[in-house]
């Protein structure tokens, strides 16, 4: 099990994901957007997304402050 704190700049976005184990993310702060391979989904603080093996996403915060969120992976 691994845990991860990251933080996505206002305006920014992380470089697209494609991991071989599955993830959880969990929103600490902000507002932002997951994109999937298929959809995009809205995220705010509380809010948690269990991302499946081999799925290409990315999360993007086009808001004025900072998204702040936990990735749980096994």
């Not at 809205?42 to 993007?60: A, K, Q």
């Not at 402050?65 to 749980?72: D, P, R």
């Amino acid at each position: 099990l691994a845990i991860e704190r990251e933080a996505v700049q206002p305006g920014g976005q992380t470089r697209g994901r494609c991991e071989e184990y599955e993830q959880v993310y969990y929103v600490l702060e902000g507002e932002g957007t997951f994109a999937g391979e298929s959809a995009e989904q809205p995220l705010t603080e509380g809010d948690m997304i269990h991302v499946p093996v081999g799925i290409s996403h990315r999360i993007r915060n086009p808001n004025e402050g900072w998204l702040v969120y936990m990735i749980m992976a096994a």
